[in-house]
Structure formats: structure tokens, C-alpha cells
């Protein structure tokens, strides 16, 4: 969907998304990572399970909700890609770990 | 002198004599202004680095981006210089989710009280005035299928290209109307990416409308810069106009888009489709901090209501820039100079006749600046069908997939306004609180009441306008009359002479 253009200089770096290795420009916010690696889908709908990519890539849609390092609900085009991330597909709505066992 | 970066919530002051939200050429200049007078600044903004969408990526931009973008984009370097060489306080990466007027447990309510993210961790801070820059964001655009993967706005692949040096690869479709949808289309072929289609929805009546404004328009800067995009677009992909309808198809992704123009349907298969139909005003700060606004026929949109000093109905917070009323980057960039001086007049730095003396040739070059604004008003008003979809199944409110069915089927019930309507089906209690479709709803409320959308009004819009973690919020400091509205007790510190009671 997009490809990064030869004349755009920056250092590599990797991550992972759904834990396949990528590599991404420094700089990037996460959301452009992955749309030059030909992610288009980012999460899933907690209403219909229907497939979500960005749409506004400036903050206000929050279609671009991803995983990274294990936080849900993560603006992807706000947040800067960092060495080693760990990017995940959200599926619906985002959990987590409340440290109250039952 | 050179700006403070503030990187944590716990480097933020206590206090401010002035807050400007957003770093575009509007509240950039706004707190260059105010600082040079003396004022203590604290610019927030969301982004990583200065200069707002219009600028985005500048201070990181390589001469070969600087060169495809043009000197309109280079524009942006002085005024961020400007602002970079004042004692301001910047926060990059912050959010402000709330503006409030400031009610100590003594003593008398004076200014504002403003909560801030900033790395993981809130704040709440005191200001004495704040000039709201939050600047636009694009017009929803709801069309059947528009939530598919591989649908984006036109304004996106801007923000790609500037940030990131991505292009479209693939099929691209690029559709709707206004001055960004060309721009985008002959920058996009000037870096070499394939536009196959631009599918302009620019109703034909504007055309007549727009040309009582054209003598201004053809001596604006405007004129002459439309001209060449079109020629440069036409020449090198193909524009299809007349457009009556519009849709995306694709089973989880888009695959092809489908336009109805005077003469037939053709499906044009397609990768990216970049939808925009115009901007408009980012409300959600502005109106959870309760200045007023009202219908703007022309523009198709809610405006705050502000005087010719960028002052709004709450007593201590400005508007400046497209956040008042869509008016362009040269146009919000003055227009942010006039809220720093009235700022910095309020608060006691500048007497009444020098702000004058000085706003005088800033005004002069605004009324230059916003000369064809009319003109691009009229023209590229978007087309009724685009603004309030036709189509039952069009999903309106994205983020709880709230269609336009649903919402014509729930007016029989009663519903006056988008809160009820709210009520009723969630529509705008997403993660984006309304944004990308609030002036959906009221549209349709009040076509199908027969009403103009002023009377229907908008959400209500309540803080914090952006997600703050629980955790955040309960980590702010109380005080122990809210604890004790809350818990029904205050604990005390336990120590010999204090025994720990219960209230």
C-alpha cells in the first residue's frame, strides 16, 4: 500500500509485529512501521469484529489501536518506533492484567 | 534564550501565566508572541516535534522532502525558529484533557485549572489565561464501506509523506473536494507514486456560487498556485467529475472503488483510496471547556465564537487559528500572533495602545492573507449527499458502528439532538469521542427534523477529551474535601499527638 522512498535517509531499526521481525526507519511513528512493512490491518472492532487500519494518522480516529510491549490501546501513529518493540494485532477491545487472582 | 523542553509530568511548573494548546503555525506564534512580552509560556502539544500537521516532520525533514513539499511547507521553518529562540516551556507528546476554571478550597476562583499527560504520568497545573491553537482535523466523509483497510484520508498519506517518506504503491484513488485533494494528488506524482484516479465530488452548483468571489480570489495567492495543480494533475492522471455517489467495496480490505457519475457506474479496482472533503475545526477541547459556538453555513461546521482578539466566551481562554474557523496556515499563523498580544495585554504586559500598534500590520497582512478564502468556501463546500449519507448501511459513528439507518430509524422515538441520539444507540462514546462523526449526526438529525443543524446542536463534550489511564487519574493529588465527598472520611497522619480518628 505504501513504499518508502529511495531518497529518505535514516538508521534501521527492528521490531516485531505479531512476532515476525521487521524493520523500520528511526523516526517512524509506529503506524508508518508497519504501513512500509504492508500491515493494513491494525485490530479488530470489539463491536463486530470487523478489520481496522489508520485512517487519520494524527490522533483523533483511533483507528490504529494496537498492542506494544504487552499495553493495549496504543495509538499507533503517536507513538515513535523504538529498537526491539513489540507490536501486536488488538482483537476487539484491550485487557489487562488487573493482578486480582480469583 | 532558547525554549525549555519539558519531558516528564513532574518537570511541568506549578503554575503558568500563559497555556497555548497545539505547536501549528497558529499556537506557535501565539507563544512566541507571549514569551518575547514577558509572559511565562507553556506550549503542549501531541506530536514529537513542532509545526502542527501543515508542518509536520519539518524540523526532521530532508532537503529532498523540503523540495517535494514546496516552499508553502518550508514556510514553517522561521516561525518554529522564531518560537525555538524564546524562554517558552514545550512540551512535545503531551495531551490536555481538561480546561477548567481554577476554584481553590479558600480564596477566590482565578484562572484556569488544566490537566496534562505527559509520559505515562498527569498533572494538574494552574494557568491564567490559555489560547486553545488545536487546529483542524478533516471532515468526515461517510461513504459505504469507508471503514475498510486501505481507505485513508488524503490528509494521512500527507502526514506519511512528511514524516516518513512513504508513498502509495499500488492502485491509488484519491477522492472527494477541496485545495488539499489536488495538492496531494500532484505531490504524490511529483515523488513518483502512481495516482490512477482522482474522483473530484465537487458539486457543480459551487462553480456559480464561488464566482461572486472570484475577482478576490484570482488576486489571492491561492489563484494562481489552483491553477498549476490542475494543470499539473490533469496532465498526468486521469479526473473523473460530475460524481453523484461514491462507495468502497472489499471483503476486509478495500479492493475497488465504486463512482457514480452523469453518464454511469465504473468500479475502478484499487489498494489505497484517500478520502477528504475539507477541514474543519478540532471542537472537542474548545467545547468541553465551555465556550460557546454556533453554525457556520458557509464552512458546514460548528466555529467558536470569538472576538477579533480571538477571545471566547469563557472569560480567560482564547481560540486562535483553524481551531476558530478554517482560515490556512499563513492565515492562523497571524492569527496566533493577535491572541499572544491580547494575551500578554490581559495580563498586564502590554498597554492597550501598543498591542494596537503592534496587531495593526499583523491585521493588514491577515485581511491579505484571507483574501479567497470566500471563494474556496463556496467552491469546495461539500455536496449535501457526501455530508449526510443517503445509504442505510453507511456506518456513521466508526468506532461503535452506528449506521445511517439506525439513526433514521431511531427519530421516530423523539430525538431532538445527537445527545439523545447518543443515548439511544452510542453513537459518538468511542475511543475518539465524536470527532469523526459529530457533524454526521447532526446533519441527519436535522434533516429529519427539517431543521437547521444549529438548532439540532452537538454532542456534549465532557473532559478528559483524550484517554487518560485510570491509574493517572488516581494518582493526582486530592484534597481532603474531595476525598471526603468521595470516601465520607479523611485519614489523618498518624502521630502521638494526633491520634487517627474518623470524621
Not at chain 2, 496534562?116 to 461517510?142: C, H, N
Not at chain 2, 460557546?292 to 458557509?298: E, I, L, M, V, Y
Not at chain 2, 499563523?333 to 498591542?355: D, I
Request: hydrophobic share 40%; glycine share 12%.
Amino acid at each position: 500500500m505504501f513504499r518508502r522512498l529511495p531518497d529518505h535517509k535514516g538508521d534501521l531499526v527492528t521490531f516485531t509485529f505479531d512476532g515476525t521481525p521487521l524493520m523500520a526507519s528511526k523516526g517512524d511513528t509506529v503506524a508508518a512501521a508497519l504501513l512500509a512493512a504492508g500491515v493494513t490491518r491494525f485490530r479488530t472492532t470489539p463491536v463486530s469484529g470487523a478489520d481496522r487500519g489508520p485512517y487519520c494518522m494524527m490522533g483523533v480516529c483511533f483507528e490504529c489501536l494496537v498492542t506494544i510491549d504487552g499495553r493495549g490501546n496504543r495509538q499507533a501513529c503517536l507513538t515513535t518506533i523504538e529498537e526491539g518493540m513489540r507490536v501486536e494485532t488488538q482483537h476487539g477491545a484491550a485487557t489487562y492484567p488487573t493482578g486480582i487472582s480469583a | 534564550m532558547s525554549v525549555h523542553h519539558v519531558n516528564t509530568a513532574s518537570d511541568l511548573q506549578e503554575t503558568y501565566d500563559l497555556l497555548v494548546v497545539g505547536a501549528g503555525p497558529a499556537g506557535l506564534s501565539a507563544a512566541a508572541v507571549a514569551a518575547e512580552c514577558g509572559l511565562s509560556v507553556l506550549l503542549c502539544d501531541e506530536n514529537g516535534s513542532p509545526g502542527g500537521q501543515i508542518y509536520r516532520g519539518i524540523t526532521e525533514a530532508s532537503a529532498a522532502t523540503k523540495a517535494r513539499l514546496g516552499k508553502d511547507y518550508a514556510a514553517g521553518e522561521a516561525i518554529i525558529t522564531r518560537f525555538l529562540a524564546t524562554s517558552a516551556c514545550y512540551a512535545a507528546r503531551a495531551s490536555v484533557w481538561s480546561i477548567a476554571p481554577y476554584e481553590p478550597e479558600v480564596g477566590e476562583a482565578s484562572g484556569l485549572e488544566v490537566g496534562v499527560s505527559l509520559a505515562g504520568a498527569a498533572r494538574l497545573i494552574r494557568v491564567r489565561r490559555a489560547i486553545l491553537a488545536t487546529g483542524a482535523l478533516e471532515r468526515p466523509f461517510p461513504i459505504p464501506g469507508w471503514t475498510l483497510p486501505g481507505i485513508m484520508t488524503a490528509g494521512s498519506a500527507q502526514i506519511a509523506l512528511k514524516t516518513a517518506g512513504l508513498v502509495p504503491s499500488g492502485r491509488t484513488v484519491i477522492a472527494g473536494t477541496g485545495p488539499l485533494l489536488y495538492l496531494l494528488a500532484a505531490q504524490l506524482i511529483g515523488a513518483g507514486a502512481s495516482v490512477n484516479a482522482v474522483v473530484d465530488t465537487t458539486p457543480n452548483g459551487n462553480r456559480r456560487r464561488a464566482l461572486a468571489h472570484s475577482f478576490d480570489f484570482a488576486r489571492s495567492a491561492y489563484g494562481l498556485k489552483g491553477a498549476r495543480l490542475l494543470a499539473q494533475v490533469h496532465r498526468y492522471t486521469r479526473v473523473i467529475r460530475n460524481v453523484m455517489a461514491l462507495e468502497a467495496a472489499g471483503d476486509g480490505r478495500l479492493s475497488e472503488v465504486v463512482v457514480t457519475y452523469r453518464g454511469g457506474t465504473e468500479r475502478l479496482p484499487a489498494d489505497l483510496l484517500l478520502l477528504h472533503q475539507g477541514i474543519v475545526p478540532n471542537l472537542n477541547l474548545s467545547l468541553a471547556s465551555g465556550c460557546a459556538s454556533g453554525w457556520n453555513d458557509r464552512q458546514a461546521t460548528f466555529t467558536p465564537t470569538i472576538d477579533e482578539w480571538c477571545q471566547t466566551s469563557v472569560p480567560d481562554i482564547a481560540i486562535a487559528g483553524d481551531a476558530g474557523g478554517i482560515i490556512g496556515a499563513e492565515g492562523s499563523a497571524l492569527h496566533g500572533a493577535l491572541a499572544g498580544m491580547a494575551a500578554a495585554w490581559r495580563l498586564g504586559r502590554l498597554s492597550e495602545a501598543e498591542r494596537d500598534k503592534r496587531a495593526a500590520p499583523v491585521r493588514a497582512r491577515l485581511r491579505m492573507a484571507l483574501r479567497g478564502r470566500l471563494f474556496l468556501d463556496e467552491l469546495f463546500r461539500p455536496g449535501d449527499d457526501f455530508r449526510i449519507p443517503t445509504r442505510p448501511e453507511t456506518i456513521v459513528c466508526r468506532c461503535e458502528e452506528v449506521t445511517a439507518g439506525a439513526i433514521r430509524a431511531t427519530m421516530p422515538l423523539g430525538v431532538r439532538g445527537p445527545n439523545q441520539m447518543k443515548a439511544y444507540l452510542r453513537c459518538g462514546m468511542g475511543p475518539c469521542q465524536g470527532r469523526l462523526c459529530g457533524l454526521t449526526v447532526t446533519e441527519i438529525i436535522a434533516q429529519e427534523r427539517g431543521v437547521a443543524p444549529g438548532e439540532v446542536g452537538y454532542y456534549n463534550v465532557r473532559t478528559p477529551i483524550k484517554p487518560v489511564a485510570l491509574k493517572e487519574l488516581a494518582a493526582l493529588p486530592q484534597s481532603d474535601s474531595a476525598i471526603k465527598a468521595v470516601a465520607g472520611f479523611v485519614e489523618k497522619p498518624v502521630s502521638a499527638s494526633h491520634p487517627r480518628t474518623q470524621e
